[in-house]
């Protein structure tokens, strides 16, 4: 019957039979494990595009029962961990951020994983803040373990382990991130058990105003770059409290399954954009709070929903003309209109961003990425109208898919390997080739900034950059710059070691010298899309980066 259901959920004149097959297996539940998850994955399909109000309700109804399912199965459980299934458990060694947050959204579902500790000593470092002097003589001695100081604690209040460990956490900001950094270092490892959890894949769903039910799954649009090119309005600038339970539910669906996204980790309330993609799909996307930016590029998050189920996720990089990005499906939701979805997600970015390059990097489609080769991910974005960025590659590329076309063939991972040595390149009308910002130049911008930084002498860190800081804004006429907002002032002072590498900007226009300035402070806005279109139109700064470092290779 799972089978049965399974070979269905995209059928979608078979309502009444999917409604049935539901009941029946309630009535019956699978018991081996195998049967289990496909089950999940069916209904959670069923619920993100349903036929029906009928299967919708039915679908939506065996979620809510499904942790009876899950708790009955038998087999090794440990095959089912990272799905995010209900009666499940994810293990994760998180960041400090994403912790904090299990550990509020989630109180006593999450703790650490011992078993997965040998050393506990950058645990005992950790620990340190939260040692009272009275307890220092019997754990420094060694007497007492760090287990055991943590039952003793945990014992008396109640807490869990995590919550033990994060009082430590200090109040303010730069002492925050020290701690935070030591945390990451220490990369605690943390078990989910999600029980019948709010934040299990099952359950985890925004709320949308009207569901939509299918007639079809939508193809792939006929002419995809034309397709992507072009504009759609259809995408809102959240409020701080509707973005809030946005980030909510993005964070669950990757935290539930062991994955992470640093804009997501580090997410804007103030910059959640949320895109209608039609027939009840959604985009959300991500900005990053001003102090986790990125120097020159922008770092997005985005969710793909839909009917509120999160079906999909990634991320984009808006870097001058071009974004880096790919997609990431659930497992649950392929077979779908992935297709469709993607080339609409492009579409949003694109309107968003007004990028006329899309980059994706080799590892989306195989270079060191066994599971996109098994899926053959390279035709996916070839046929999307990606094209290899190496002109050797290219050429296979044009003679595998005649090869593959004629023949009604699948390529052979051997080929599929080839194919995925490089990027891929997705242009749109108005790409110019001297647009282009290789990404290695990143790298080179980060160097070039430390020499700067070095050649300031014995100054320490923060005295270096604000020396930088205080000439370059001498330089460009940036006066009253201390009755700036304090985010833009740092803005300005992280930018400026990279911003001075540029030759005579003292001799610029005064028009051009106030677009720069006004760049770098926008790095510090509490929407970065405001930097993104302004780098995009700005004639300075990025193309001088761009002739400075063609020339230096």
Same mark, same amino acid.
């Given at each position: 019957?799972?089978?049965?259901?399974?070979?269905?959920?995209?059928?979608?004149?078979?309502?009444?039979?999917?409604?049935?097959?539901?009941?029946?297996?309630?009535?019956?539940?699978?018991?081996?494990?195998?049967?289990?998850?496909?089950?999940?994955?069916?209904?959670?399909?069923?619920?993100?595009?349903?036929?029906?109000?009928?299967?919708?309700?039915?679908?939506?109804?065996?979620?809510?029962?499904?942790?009876?399912?899950?708790?009955?199965?038998?087999?090794?459980?440990?095959?089912?961990?990272?799905?995010?299934?209900?009666?499940?458990?994810?293990?994760?060694?998180?960041?400090?951020?994403?912790?904090?947050?299990?550990?509020?959204?989630?109180?006593?579902?999450?703790?650490?994983?011992?078993?997965?500790?040998?050393?506990?000593?950058?645990?005992?470092?950790?620990?340190?803040?939260?040692?009272?002097?009275?307890?220092?003589?019997?754990?420094?001695?060694?007497?007492?373990?760090?287990?055991?100081?943590?039952?003793?604690?945990?014992?008396?209040?109640?807490?869990?382990?995590?919550?033990?460990?994060?009082?430590?956490?200090?109040?303010?900001?730069?002492?925050?991130?020290?701690?935070?950094?030591?945390?990451?270092?220490?990369?605690?490892?943390?078990?989910?058990?999600?029980?019948?959890?709010?934040?299990?894949?099952?359950?985890?769903?925004?709320?949308?105003?009207?569901?939509?039910?299918?007639?079809?799954?939508?193809?792939?649009?006929?002419?995809?770059?034309?397709?992507?090119?072009?504009?759609?309005?259809?995408?809102?600038?959240?409020?701080?409290?509707?973005?809030?339970?946005?980030?909510?539910?993005?964070?669950?669906?990757?935290?539930?399954?062991?994955?992470?996204?640093?804009?997501?980790?580090?997410?804007?309330?103030?910059?959640?954009?949320?895109?209608?993609?039609?027939?009840?799909?959604?985009?959300?996307?991500?900005?990053?709070?001003?102090?986790?930016?990125?120097?020159?590029?922008?770092?997005?998050?985005?969710?793909?929903?839909?009917?509120?189920?999160?079906?999909?996720?990634?991320?984009?990089?808006?870097?001058?003309?071009?974004?880096?990005?790919?997609?990431?499906?659930?497992?649950?939701?392929?077979?779908?209109?992935? !297709?469709? #979805?993607?080339?609409?997600?492009? @579409? %949003?970015?694109?309107? &968003?961003?007004?990028?006329? $390059?899309?980059?994706?990097? =080799?590892?989306?489609?195989?270079?060191?990425?066994?599971?996109?080769?098994?899926?053959?991910?390279?035709?996916?974005?070839?046929?999307?109208?990606?094209?290899?960025?190496?002109?050797?590659?290219?050429?296979?590329?044009?003679?595998?898919?005649?090869?593959?076309?004629?023949?009604?063939?699948?390529?052979?991972?051997?080929?599929?390997?080839?194919?995925?040595?490089?990027?891929?390149?997705?242009?749109?009308?108005?790409?110019?080739?001297?647009?282009?910002?290789?990404? !290695?130049? #990143?790298?080179?911008?980060?160097? @070039? %900034?430390?020499?700067? &930084?070095?050649?300031?002498? $014995?100054?320490?860190?923060? =005295?270096?950059?604000?020396?930088?800081?205080?000439?370059?804004?001498?330089?460009?006429?940036?006066?009253?710059?201390?009755?700036?907002?304090?985010?833009?002032?740092?803005?300005?002072?992280?930018?400026?070691?990279?911003?001075?590498?540029?030759?005579?900007?003292?001799?610029?226009?005064?028009?051009?010298?106030?677009?720069?300035?006004?760049?770098?402070?926008?790095?510090?806005?509490?929407?970065?899309?405001?930097?993104?279109?302004?780098?995009?139109?700005?004639?300075?700064?990025?193309?001088?980066?761009?002739?400075?470092?063609?020339?230096?290779?």
């Amino acid at each position: 019957m799972v089978r049965r259901l399974f070979g269905l959920r995209a059928d979608f004149t078979a309502g009444q039979q999917k409604v049935e097959l539901i009941q029946r297996i309630l009535a019956r539940p699978p018991r081996r494990l195998a049967d289990v998850t496909r089950l999940h994955d069916t209904l959670l399909f069923l619920c993100a595009f349903p036929d029906s109000p009928a299967v919708r309700r039915a679908a939506t109804a065996a979620c809510g029962r499904f942790h009876r399912i899950a708790n009955a199965f038998t087999g090794a459980r440990y095959r089912a961990e990272d799905t995010g299934m209900v009666g499940t458990i994810t293990r994760d060694a998180c960041v400090f951020p994403i912790a904090e947050w299990l550990h509020r959204a989630f109180a006593g579902e999450v703790d650490i994983d011992w078993r997965e500790i040998g050393d506990t000593t950058i645990i005992d470092a950790l620990l340190r803040p939260v040692l009272q002097r009275a307890e220092e003589d019997a754990f420094d001695s060694g007497e007492l373990s760090t287990r055991e100081w943590f039952a003793l604690r945990g014992g008396a209040s109640g807490e869990t382990d995590l919550g033990l460990l994060l009082r430590g956490t200090p109040a303010g900001t730069r002492a925050r991130k020290s701690f935070a950094a030591m945390y990451d270092a220490a990369a605690v490892p943390l078990r989910w058990r999600i029980g019948n959890s709010a934040g299990a894949a099952t359950h985890n769903v925004l709320a949308t105003a009207r569901p939509v039910h299918r007639r079809s799954m939508r193809p792939a649009p006929p002419d995809p770059v034309r397709f992507i090119a072009s504009a759609t309005r259809a995408i809102e600038l959240l409020s701080p409290r509707r973005a809030a339970r946005v980030i909510h539910v993005a964070r669950a669906a990757l935290a539930s399954r062991g994955r992470e996204v640093h804009a997501m980790t580090y997410a804007n309330p103030s910059e959640v954009y949320l895109a209608d993609l039609g027939e009840g799909a959604s985009l959300a996307v991500f900005g990053v709070v001003p102090e986790y930016r990125m120097s020159l590029e922008a770092n997005y998050g985005y969710l793909m929903l839909s009917n509120g189920v999160p079906i999909g996720y990634g991320g984009v990089t808006p870097l001058f003309r071009q974004a880096n990005t790919g997609l990431n499906i659930f497992p649950s939701f392929r077979g779908g209109e992935a !297709a469709y #979805l993607w080339a609409a997600t492009l @579409r %949003a970015f694109q309107s &968003l961003f007004g990028v006329r $390059r899309f980059v994706v990097n =080799g590892y989306q489609v195989g270079h060191g990425n066994r599971e996109a080769i098994k899926s053959g991910a390279f035709w996916f974005y070839y046929r999307l109208g990606f094209r290899p960025a190496d002109p050797g590659v290219r050429a296979l590329a044009r003679r595998e898919y005649a090869h593959i076309r004629v023949r009604e063939t699948r390529s052979g991972a051997s080929t599929l390997q080839k194919l995925a040595d490089g990027d891929l390149w997705l242009d749109l009308p108005g790409y110019r080739r001297r647009d282009y910002f290789d990404e !290695a130049w #990143l790298i080179e911008s980060s160097r @070039r %900034a430390t020499a700067a &930084l070095t050649d300031e002498g $014995r100054l320490a860190q923060d =005295g270096a950059a604000g020396a930088i800081s205080t000439r370059l804004a001498h330089g460009l006429r940036a006066r009253q710059m201390a009755s700036w907002p304090a985010a833009e002032q740092r803005a300005f002072q992280r930018l400026a070691p990279v911003c001075a590498l540029l030759p005579a900007m003292a001799r610029w226009s005064a028009a051009s010298r106030t677009a720069v300035v006004r760049l770098m402070r926008a790095k510090g806005l509490p929407q970065e899309r405001e930097f993104v279109l302004l780098a995009r139109r700005d004639p300075r700064f990025f193309p001088g980066l761009i002739r400075l470092y063609r020339r230096s290779n």
